[in-house]
């Protein structure tokens, strides 16, 4: 199977033609395909002629997008928007990778597939946008939703934590909120399960359980027996331009019923992989 991936430079575009070596795999960064270009979109689709589309791109700066909402719905809705239009145009599926945030975060449980959306940011809702244009203009789609991804490749927050524990003796890390950690090569296994299902929809791949920052963080220091103190602080204490859910944890009742490990397992996963990039 011929497979075009773009956001080819994130965590997710770096993982996926990794474990997709046995196919035949094009991918993209922003650089070489932009994806809000629909020219550029019906190029590549016709250039390379997959048989398959997997859309890794999207404009994450969730903070940046209050002050430039134009910027977050191209790149997170009109983006996906091309895609749908070329990919359904030549009969090729599309998966689509979206978020936990196209939902308020104010939920008790797991928010499942069928859960009803209401985003409360400029980020949620270009991203909701773009799903909205996915299901609408191709019939042949998967559209993921996952949250709180993290590699050892990339920015995200457990990078981050390790930075700073070489800076500062303590650290202060959130504990209301809470979420689905997810290690990027689960949900790349998970995706990859997914797309010879032929079973098109909506579904939610993240880490099994639920985490705050804080306890997410306390895990990573104590495997890799880092010393410095992590401090529970409340959400006002970070003040940020784009609102974070209170609970966003996400599940799935979706058939096929394709699950991830648990999150401490990804987390445990992910310092191995550290120590063994680590010279000896």
């Not at 993209?28 to 979109?41: C, E």
């Not at 939920?107 to 409360?120: G, I, K, L, S, W």
């Not at 920015?155 to 202060?172: D, H, I, P, Y």
Request: hydrophobic residues 40%.
């Amino acid at each position: 199977m011929k497979i075009l991936i773009t956001g080819a430079r994130g965590q997710l575009g770096q993982a996926l033609p990794r474990a997709l070596a046995a196919h035949e795999v094009r991918a993209f960064p922003h650089g070489q395909l932009d994806i809000t270009d629909l020219s550029a979109v019906r190029a590549a689709v016709e250039r390379e002629e997959p048989d398959f589309v997997m859309n890794a791109a999207a404009y994450n700066n969730v903070d940046g997008a209050e002050g430039d909402p134009i910027a977050a719905y191209r790149g997170n809705a009109l983006g996906p928007r091309n895609l749908a239009v070329v990919t359904a145009a030549h009969g090729i599926p599309l998966l689509h990778v979206s978020t936990d945030y196209v939902f308020a975060g104010t939920a008790t449980r797991p928010y499942h597939e069928f859960d009803r959306t209401n985003p409360q940011t400029i980020y949620g809702e270009s991203k909701l946008a773009g799903e909205d244009a996915v299901r609408a203009l191709n019939q042949r789609h998967y559209i993921v939703r996952t949250a709180w991804l993290y590699h050892v490749v990339g920015k995200n927050f457990l990078n981050t934590m390790r930075a700073l524990a070489q800076q500062q003796s303590e650290v202060r890390v959130v504990d209301d909120q809470r979420g689905s950690p997810t290690y990027v090569p689960h949900l790349v296994d998970a995706l990859i399960s997914l797309l010879t299902t032929r079973s098109y929809g909506t579904y939610h791949f993240a880490g099994q359980g639920e985490a705050s920052w804080y306890e997410l963080t306390c895990m990573l220091y104590q495997l890799l027996s880092i010393e410095t103190t992590v401090r529970p602080v409340k959400t006002p204490e970070f003040p940020r331009p784009a609102r974070r859910p209170v609970y966003s944890a996400l599940t799935t009742i979706q058939n096929p019923y394709i699950i991830l490990p648990k999150w401490e397992d990804g987390v445990r996963q992910f310092t191995e992989t550290l120590r063994e990039q680590s010279p000896s």
